[in-house]
């Protein structure tokens, strides 16, 4: 399956299809609607994104996590990048990003941006309550 994919950095990004990477953000979010509070319509908004500009944010966001991973403003740099697709808010896009990894010269390091489930945003105070 698609949602079993690990991004292994911007040139994996890169050298994807649109298509793909569209369908990868499609699977994911599938997959975010089985664990939290279902919404209605929010997996069509996604998939109505246009498949070259999910591929740009994805670049965009992988960059920003490359900068420098361990900077809190490139993470929320990468985040808002994803957020820019239609039915993508900030919990939907560190769950996308907890499928991309950070390169490093040779070294790919996976797990630099978690998943934070909108449940678990609103509990941290990170989020307004879920209405």
Known sequence: SRSATLLAGSKAVEAASAAALHGLVC?????????GQF???????VQKNNAPVVKAALVAAVAALEADPA??????????????????GPATSTAILSFVGVCSGDVVT?????FMA????????L????K
């Open 71 to 88: 900077a809190i403003a490139n993470v929320e740099k990468a985040t808002k990048a994803l957020a820019e697709l239609g039915g993508v």
């Open 118 to 125: 909108d449940e678990s945003m609103k509990e941290g105070g």
């Open 110 to 114: 996976f797990g630099v941006v978690p």
């Open 39 to 45: 919404r209605p319509g929010l997996l069509q908004q």
């Open 27 to 35: 699977d994911i979010m599938k997959r975010k609607l089985t664990l």
């Open 127 to 130: 989020r307004k309550p879920l």
